[in-house]
């Protein structure tokens, strides 16, 4: 069956433009309802909460039902109308209780994807950044619109711009048609066979490492921005230009693959993700340094991102792809995530940005360090066949 490649892409699409209307402006939607930065860090750690629990329950019964993209369209519908309560409620207990029930659903819906893209590519699993490439777009055209919308408008609109893009990823998955899985591609290991090897466990460590410390990024660095006099055009466009090298980075991702192993591209990716926490941290009232972090978003995500996918679709098989993607979204962007923002969430009012973008310097050597001695010396130098 040929690969249907704009229904998977135009599901990235959707998928990552919601992001970039909630992620880099969420902070300031909060703020702006009345929360202190302890609230603010506390409410984005309930955001990515239940990426511990929900992916692998949604994972376990899409591995064990082939029914995926049925649990995805349940998932994704559930999520538009739930984020839908934003708009009723007002105090702190009601909007930690509909941010809980709405990243259950929609924490769920990325890692199942992700595994129905892989199952449609089958042995063309190098061009999975062909198709990904496709969500940063859309979060480049979110998160831009977005900013120039909140220059004239109130921060308060925010909520119809995220409903509207859950609607339209729902959509999407309407038209997506499943992927069957080949009774030869399925192997006989058992999950705890694969959990147990050192070099899986180092992975997700690392994994966990760099997630705790793209935290303060995702929850406080528009507030950062802010504070040091940037307009939100201005934190838009900073936001974008990171996304756009990570769609560069997707472009040719395909022929990196071909010549560097995934090992090599983690270490560097992960060397470059503490040169830019680190600029970051120090130089925020310089537009040019701030300009050049940005450009390192294609290693520090993009390059880090997709080195996980392919090590994940390698260390897991068929048999266990669904848990396996849903392992890697919940202990990096799940136990990663939340250690992040309650880090970043207790420190920054105490002791500022520069020392919070610090520590994410300095957990992204010490995951060099463990992708260095354990990561991918012995088995995974070199992707599956792609020519």
């Not at 302890?38 to 692998?56: C, Y």
């Not at 969500?135 to 909140?150: D, H, K, P, W, Y």
């Not at 705790?212 to 900073?238: I, Q």
């Not at 071909?258 to 591209?265: C, E, P």
């Amino acid at each position: 069956m040929a690969i249907p490649y704009w229904r998977l892409s135009g599901f990235y699409f959707f998928y990552f433009a919601t992001v970039g209307g909630l992620l880099p402006y969420w902070s300031l939607y909060l703020k702006d309802s009345g929360f202190n930065a302890i609230q603010i860090g506390e409410l984005s750690a309930l955001l990515i909460s239940t990426k511990i629990v929900a992916p692998n329950i949604w994972g376990w019964i899409a591995d064990h039902t082939g029914k995926s993209l049925r649990l995805i369209r349940l998932a994704s519908l559930f999520a538009a109308l739930v984020f839908a309560g934003f708009l009723i409620t007002e105090h702190y207990l009601g909007f930690a209780v509909v941010t809980l029930v709405f990243s259950f659903f929609w924490n769920a819906v990325l890692p199942q994807f992700e595994a129905v893209t892989l199952f449609h590519l089958k042995e063309h699993a190098y061009r999975y950044s062909q198709i990904r490439l496709w969500g940063s777009v859309g979060f480049i055209i979110t998160v831009l619109s977005t900013g120039r919308l909140l220059d004239t408008e109130p921060v308060n609109f925010l909520p119809w711009v995220v409903i509207g893009l859950l609607g339209l990823s729902w959509l999407v998955t309407l038209l997506t048609p499943e992927a069957n899985i080949s009774s030869s591609n399925v192997c006989s290991v058992g999950l705890g066979q694969i959990l147990k090897k050192p070099e899986v466990i180092a992975f997700f460590v690392v994994n966990i490492l760099v997630q705790m410390a793209h935290s303060p990024y995702y929850v406080f660095y528009s507030l950062y921005l802010k504070s040091n006099h940037y307009s939100a055009t201005v934190t838009g466009l900073l936001w974008s230009l990171g996304v756009v090298c990570e769609i560069v980075l997707f472009i040719y991702m395909s022929q990196l693959l071909k010549n560097v192993s995934l090992r090599n591209i983690l270490l560097v990716s992960l060397l470059l993700s503490a040169m830019r926490w680190f600029v970051i941290a120090w130089f925020p009232e310089t537009l040019v340094l701030m300009t050049l972090a940005q450009l390192l978003h294609a290693a520090t995500f993009g390059g880090v991102h997709v080195a996980a996918i392919h090590l994940v679709h390698l260390y897991f098989g068929a048999e266990h792809q669904g848990k396996g993607q849903a392992l890697y979204a919940s202990l990096s962007f799940g136990i990663g995530g939340i250690f992040g923002s309650l880090y970043s969430g207790y420190y920054w009012e105490s002791l500022g940005g520069r020392f919070v973008y610090s520590i994410a310097a300095l957990l992204c050597i010490l995951a060099w360090f463990i992708c260095y001695r354990w990561v991918g010396r012995k088995n995974t130098q070199k992707v599956y066949s792609i020519g």
